[in-house]
């Protein structure tokens, strides 16, 4: 049966801070245009399965597609190359170090364009101080040469990018925020899309129905991240 395509709610920047339900739109998944990037705007926005992505000059474009990709430890998969990799070490990991950093770099060097925009690291910025946004860093001889963050509504954590500059370093960053969220009681990992990258470590795609649903019973759950400490646990079963 031929989908209805439900059209994006228009915003203006005063508009009351809700969003319309995700469920009701296409695949694609855009469900609103316009409003703002306050830290409130941000927050509902997250809690309801929803995420900003837009380009420099546009305004802001509200989205939530089906399906949804997910990291978890149990789908979690680590070739042999990046096990060699962790178990020789040689790399430090930190946390919230400097989290506008990695947002910028997580802009860099990005042939396709960026959504890494100076408006968003700003508003994200706001959002790691009030300890909303969260940063793992990875460093080797003092270089910060890898590293993600994300947004956290309670048992969520929405991982928004990652870069590296040198070879495997966001992957070590990947692994290390499954490890590192779940034991602290994140229950659920979002990376928004199954990339070859990502599945190449297990991301798995559940339908949007289903991850709303997970979403609604992990958003009221509080979970403390501000002073995680970052670490790897590899899978027992090799692969």
């Not at 941000?42 to 305004?59: D, K």
């Not at 969520?156 to 009681?185: N, Q, Y």
């Not at 759950?221 to 692969?239: F, G, H, K, S, T």
Request: glycine residues 10%; hydrophobic residues 45%.
């Amino acid at each position: 049966m031929r989908q209805v395509r439900k059209p994006p709610v228009f915003l203006r920047a005063d508009a009351p801070v809700e969003f319309p339900d995700p469920a009701g739109f296409d695949r694609d998944g855009l469900v609103a245009i316009g409003g703002d990037l306050t830290t409130a705007r941000l927050l509902q926005a997250y809690g309801s399965g929803i995420f900003p992505w837009y380009a420099e000059g546009y305004v802001p474009m509200w989205w939530s597609p089906d399906p949804r990709a997910l990291l978890a430890p149990p789908t979690l998969h680590v070739a042999r190359s990046l096990r060699r990799t962790l178990r020789r070490g040689g790399f430090e990991l930190s946390w919230n170090r400097c989290f506008a950093r990695v947002m910028a770099e997580c802009g860099k060097r990005r042939s396709e364009g960026t959504w890494v925009i100076p408006e968003m690291v700003q508003a994200y910025t706001r959002l790691h101080e009030l300890g909303h946004a969260h940063s793992l860093e990875v460093w080797q001889d003092g270089e910060l040469v890898g590293g993600t963050y994300g947004v956290q509504v309670g048992a969520l954590f929405a991982a928004e990018s990652k870069f590296h500059r040198r070879t495997d370093m966001s992957k070590v960053a990947l692994v290390a925020l499954v490890g590192s969220l779940f034991a602290a009681g994140i229950e659920l990992l979002d990376v928004q899309f199954a990339t070859s990258h990502l599945q190449t470590l297990g991301a798995v795609e559940v339908p949007r129905v289903e991850y709303l649903r997970r979403l609604g019973l992990a958003r009221g759950r509080r979970v403390e991240l501000r002073r995680l400490q970052p670490r790897i646990e590899l899978p027992d079963v090799a692969d």
